[in-house]
């Protein structure tokens, strides 16, 4: 990166809500080495003081840790309210996957999954929108999934809200498109995280979360509107979505 370009970025900050997760690490790594400040959001703020040190450290950037229960709606405005100032870039890394047994079973569990994926990651990215469409400008970053493409019966509690995180998204993104603020909508497919950990992934459709990182810097900086992180995972999610319901019905997906 060019001396002009960093010290430009030096003067941006990016917010990563989801800090804690594999992706959101490596997230707040890609932008701290571009220069930009970091704002870590977390549940439990104390879980990313050392990953917070080890930016600073690491990259001389300014990096501050914020605690934000994501579930705690009344809590998302007074978070940003109380922000020196309102970042450059939000990227909204949080998220549930859950068990899908358990939350066909129990309706707790499936309420706590469709609110982490969709109601509370939507609703704090609502908030964010309105403050930077009155600033005229800004990036939106949310990372949704495949799995919100098509339900399928092996995951469909997890998926449905996906595929209403997206949809707001994609709204989102044609409300604001004329306001000076970028929408982009990230779907990594298969991420070898510690919540995947144990599952058996197929290596040519699984991304490291440096990986996703990398492509979403890089998908924000062209203004892309929606990626999928592997490129193969378009091919497979249009056929998956063309299959006639009544042979999709059938299958064990």
């Known amino acids: 990166m060019s001396d002009t370009k960093r010290a430009a970025m030096a003067t941006q900050t990016a917010m990563i809500v989801g800090a804690t997760s594999d992706i959101g690490r490596a997230l707040a790594r890609a932008y701290a080495a571009e220069g930009q400040s970091i704002v870590l959001c977390a549940r439990r703020p104390e879980t990313v003081e050392r990953d917070a040190e080890d930016l ?3 990259h001389g950037t300014t990096v501050s840790v914020v605690g934000l229960d994501l579930l705690d709606t009344p809590a998302h405005a007074r978070v940003l309210d109380a922000l020196p100032v309102l970042p450059d870039t939000v990227v909204m890394v949080a998220g549930l996957l859950g068990e899908q047994p358990r939350a066909a079973a ?11 994926n969709y109601e509370a990651p939507a609703l704090f990215l609502g908030e964010v929108a309105n403050r930077m469409e009155r600033r005229g400008s800004g990036t939106i970053i949310g990372i949704s999934s495949v799995a919100g493409d098509r339900g399928r019966a092996t995951n469909y509690v997890y998926g449905s809200a996906k595929a209403g995180f997206t949809a707001f998204l994609s709204g989102l993104r044609n409300r604001l498109a004329r306001q000076g603020v970028h929408v982009l909508t990230v779907k990594p497919g298969f991420v070898a995280t ?3 950990e144990g599952m058996d992934l197929p290596k040519a459709l699984t991304a490291q979360p440096e990986e ?3 492509a979403v810097v890089k998908a924000a900086a062209r203004q892309r509107d929606a990626i999928y992180v592997r490129r193969v995972w378009w091919p497979i999610m249009t056929v998956i979505r063309l299959i006639p319901e009544q042979i999709f019905k059938r299958m064990k997906l």
Do not use: G
């Not at 129990?106 to 982490?116: N, P, T, Y």
């Open 194 to 196: 510690r919540m995947t």
């Open 56 to 58: 600073r450290l690491r």
């Open 106 to 116: 129990e309706i707790v569990h499936a309420a706590e999954i469709m609110r982490s």
């Open 212 to 214: 996703v990182a990398a």
